[in-house]
């Protein structure tokens, strides 16, 4: 942490919490009688409540996208390279509102939170949440704040899912959609990467059925080997062999099974850090949620059909290197707008770091996409 916060950041921030006391049903069936969402923001909100912007986080994100919460922090808010003064989400004209989502484990309802019919905590008893009800709960957030149309709708990952189902289920309530990283569903291989994930898990001795902790413990090793596999689909080959080569933390090969390679030891570095600030029943949560995204489904799979109701402009980005979510993935959503006669604009953006790449300050990236916000800008101070 530097002795002076820097310029161009929101400084020290506090969450907020909302308290919603009245039922919320849910896709799956089941209803929750009452739920919290954890929330930050950043900026100002105008006299008309225009300028409003909503970030939707990615499977292992939260609410705290930008800014310190204290001057100790070791490190800002995830999404710090695009929100801020002057940056690409420029705090200096949008009131930017990041949720940790429901079902998440920063403070939102979800499994690590206590059940109010039982006063026990939810553990593996939580409800399976879809993007869809993420997007249900996040409009009741906007109407306490009341904010009526987002100026933009912003996520990568499957945080870009939420922002074009947004687009899809409340067309009126949002003027841009900026969908970055994304895919209109998950291909199968995707739901292989996170159904060994959510194997990893469940085969720890300590998961106990996702009752751990009511005995007092933690799946650490299968949350951690889950993690590992993740992180891997996030980078690139190309980006691993950069950053780490096949470098040997001892400058000599050991002829055993230990950790040798700096890789090896970046994972296990990443697997143990995960593991103390994430929840393992959230992790499943999260990867159901992600496979079961697919908005063409209720369209007879005509994703062009899904986006009919769209009316807000959009934009699409995606990362040459990422082959978790690779470009024709995007290139999907954008054809199908075009199709269903929709404003769409698209840039592919070439970079290294795979996946990740959304969360990077990669140059011609943030050219693009400051650029686009501008605009967004300048329809809100007409």
């Given at each position: 942490m ?8 929101v ?15 849910l ?11 954890i ?40 999404w ?12 200096n ?8 989502n ?25 409800p ?6 993420w ?11 009341g904010?009526?149309?987002?100026a ?11 922002a ?7 067309p ?10 994304a ?9 292989a ?16 059925d996702?009752h751990y902790?009511?005995?007092n ?29 096949r470098?040997?933390?001892s ?13 090896e030891?970046?994972l ?15 992790y ?20 062009s ?20 979510f690779?470009?024709?993935r ?7 707008m ?6 769409v604009?698209?840039?592919e953006i ?33």
């Amino acid at each position: 942490m530097p002795d002076s916060l820097p310029a161009d950041s929101v400084g020290i921030v506090a969450p907020h919490t909302l308290h919603v006391k009245t039922p919320l049903t849910l896709d799956c069936g089941r209803t929750l009688p009452e739920f919290t969402l954890i929330y930050e923001t950043y900026g100002q909100l105008n006299a008309d409540k225009s300028n409003a912007v909503l970030i939707c986080h990615a499977l292992s994100g939260d609410h705290h996208a930008a800014g310190y919460h204290d001057l100790d922090d070791r490190k800002p808010g995830w999404w710090e390279s695009a929100i801020g003064p002057g940056k690409a989400i420029d705090t200096n004209h949008f009131f930017v509102v990041c949720p940790n989502n429901l079902g998440g484990c920063k403070g939102s309802t979800g499994p690590t939170t206590i059940n109010p019919e039982t006063g026990q905590v939810y553990g593996p008893d939580f409800p399976i949440v879809t993007v869809n009800d993420w997007v249900n709960s996040q409009a009741i957030l906007a109407d306490t704040l009341g904010v009526s149309q987002w100026a933009a709708v912003i996520g990568g990952s499957l945080g870009g899912m939420q922002a074009l189902q947004w687009a899809i289920s409340l067309p009126n309530r949002l003027r841009h959609a900026l969908i970055i990283a994304a895919a209109p569903k998950l291909s199968a291989q995707n739901i292989a990467f996170n159904e060994v994930a959510r194997t990893a898990i469940k085969s720890d001795p300590d998961f106990h059925d996702g009752h751990y902790a009511a005995h007092n413990t933690l799946p650490r090793q299968g949350l951690g080997l889950a993690r590992m596999l993740g992180h891997i689909t996030y980078l690139s080959d190309e980006a691993m062999g950069q950053k780490f080569g096949r470098e040997l933390r001892s400058g000599a090969i050991q002829y055993g099974y230990g950790v040798e390679f700096q890789i090896e030891s970046y994972l296990r570095y990443q697997s143990s850090s995960f593991v103390e600030r994430f929840d393992a029943n959230t992790y499943l949560l999260m990867t159901k949620s992600l496979d079961y995204f697919d908005p063409a489904k209720a369209f007879n799979d005509d994703l062009s059909a899904a986006m009919q109701p769209i009316t807000a402009k959009t934009l699409v980005m995606s990362f040459t290197s990422d082959w978790r979510f690779s470009p024709l993935r995007s290139l999907e959503i954008v054809n199908a707008m075009l199709t269903a006669g929709k404003q769409v604009s698209y840039a592919e953006i070439e970079a290294n770091q795979g996946h990740d790449a959304f969360l990077m300050p990669i140059p011609r990236y943030m050219e693009i996409f400051s650029t686009y916000m501008q605009q967004v800008a300048r329809e809100v101070n007409l």
